[in-house]
């Protein structure tokens, strides 16, 4: 059977050792007016330069804080933040309506409007933030053995941003293999509808690298 092709970001599986995942996740700000938007299911890091501190998408080409994402990601990169982990959705509150909002992604230009609880306008984004969390992701092309422990980055999310319904789209970018990528493949999926992995579009389980993200 061929490979389902569509991609969906970096979904939660078991955590190291194979036990069940939590689903936990940490609270961080997201600044109103964001340049990029953030979508569910893609890593997260914050931004080193402009709104400083604040979250960002990191598979866009070129990330809020302006240096580039996604297939081009490196921790070699001079000021990159490392990835705090993978986004699952937002919190703030509609400047339109001033109703409290939950959804699973923020597009790019979003204005917030005050809580008026807290008296701010940032948002607040949720993000699967353990470090020993596994994820599921299709790679863009064939995976073999040798590929198994080494380090990937997503492909680009581009400008604006790669997602249907508010969910990432972006898939292993098999091509960017290079020891500071921002995953590491653990092992294939074994998904009987997306198992064959001599043919791009199979489902592979990947961690953060250590070196990428905040654990290290």
Partial sequence: MANQTAGFGFRQAPTVGSTPATGGQAEYKVKSGLGIGIFQNNPVSLQSAGDTGYLQDATADTMDDGIGGGADWSTGTSNIQPIVGVFNGIFY??????????????????????????????????VNDNPMQEYTCKADAAVTQANLLSTFNPTDGATAGTQTNGQSTVKLNIASADATSMFRIVRTANDPANNDNTAANSNVIVQMFPASCVSN
């Fill in 93 to 126: 509150i509609n400047s339109s309506t001033s109703k409290p909002t939950f959804a699973n992604h923020v597009l790019a230009s979003t204005t917030f409007g005050t809580d008026y609880n807290t008296g701010s306008s940032d948002g607040i984004g949720f």
